[in-house]
């Protein structure tokens, strides 16, 4: 039984954290074995890794660098805690994966896309995710969500960028979506947290019995 990989994805203040929580909650209530993660971070090397690039200190060594970082944490990531957990048959939720390298580094730092093609490949090894939750909003309601949550704490390397940097951010999550239609599901986050939290369930659902679907399917024709 292979579990699911659900992502969640979105600019500064989209809501990811309280997403994963009310999801997580209901799978849990459900009768889901439900790993919660994220990235960067998830293992101790990760988690180093995320301290360097939220704080800014890798920042002067340029875009590629900081994508060759990120991706060396995601790669301990998933084969130290995702893909066992997947392999166990749990469901995993991950707060940001790669789609944030495609846009943060690959877009917003005008990489080659050749090359984070090829680190991606590198990092992730095949594990794409099942769903991805992309949570839209507009670029300047997401940054005054980000400044009253941190309050009195200073912004970490993204938080402080410009607004428009902010907002081809969100046309570039936007276009990942457009491209890959099946994987990536867009949810307005300017809306109700339970509103958002139920389309978010629905969406869920639909991958669960899918993939239920699949799981019967294999069992019978290994009979």
Same mark, same amino acid.
């Given at each position: 039984?292979?579990?699911?990989?659900?992502?969640?994805?979105?600019?500064?203040?989209?809501?990811?954290?309280?997403?994963?929580?009310?999801?997580?909650?209901? &799978?849990? /209530?459900?009768?889901?074995?439900?790993?919660?993660t994220r990235e960067p971070g998830g293992t101790p090397g990760a988690e180093a890794a995320?301290?360097?690039?939220? /704080?800014? %200190?890798?920042?002067?060594?340029?875009?590629?660098?900081?994508?060759?970082?990120?991706?060396?944490?995601?790669?301990?990531?998933?084969?130290?805690?995702?893909? +066992?957990?997947?392999?166990?048959?749990?469901?995993?939720?991950?707060?940001?994966?790669?789609?944030?390298?495609?846009?943060?580094?690959?877009?917003?730092?005008?990489?080659?896309?050749?090359?984070?093609?090829?680190?991606?490949?590198?990092?992730?090894?095949? &594990?794409?995710?099942?769903?991805?939750?992309?949570?839209?909003?507009?670029?300047?309601?997401?940054?005054?969500?980000?400044?009253?949550?941190?309050?009195?704490?200073?912004?970490?390397?993204?938080?402080?960028?410009?607004?428009?940097?902010?907002?081809?951010?969100?046309?570039?999550?936007? %276009?990942?979506?457009?491209?890959? +239609?099946?994987?990536?599901? $867009?949810?307005?986050?300017?809306?109700?947290?339970?509103?958002?939290? %139920?389309?978010?369930?629905?969406?869920?659902?639909? $991958?669960? %019995?899918a993939n239920k679907h699949k799981d019967t399917q294999t069992v019978e024709a290994a009979?």
């Amino acid at each position: 039984m292979q579990g699911l990989f659900i992502t969640f994805e979105g600019g500064e203040g989209a809501g990811k954290s309280t997403q994963i929580a009310r999801l997580s909650e209901y &799978l849990r /209530s459900d009768g889901e074995d439900v790993l919660v993660t994220r990235e960067p971070g998830g293992t101790p090397g990760a988690e180093a890794a995320r301290h360097v690039i939220l /704080s800014g %200190a890798a920042e002067s060594l340029g875009p590629a660098m900081e994508a060759i970082l990120f991706a060396a944490a995601r790669n301990d990531h998933v084969e130290q805690v995702i893909r +066992p957990a997947l392999q166990s048959g749990r469901t995993v939720l991950c707060d940001r994966y790669i789609d944030s390298s495609r846009v943060y580094q690959g877009v917003t730092g005008n990489l080659d896309p050749q090359l984070m093609r090829a680190i991606e490949r590198t990092a992730i090894n095949g &594990l794409i995710p099942d769903l991805t939750i992309i949570l839209d909003l507009p670029a300047e309601l997401g940054l005054q969500r980000a400044n009253k949550r941190r309050g009195a704490d200073i912004a970490d390397r993204f938080e402080k960028e410009t607004v428009e940097l902010h907002i081809k951010r969100r046309e570039a999550y936007l %276009a990942i979506a457009n491209a890959e +239609p099946k994987r990536c599901k $867009v949810i307005a986050a300017d809306r109700p947290i339970d509103i958002i939290s %139920a389309e978010i369930i629905a969406y869920v659902d639909q $991958v669960r %019995a899918a993939n239920k679907h699949k799981d019967t399917q294999t069992v019978e024709a290994a009979k």
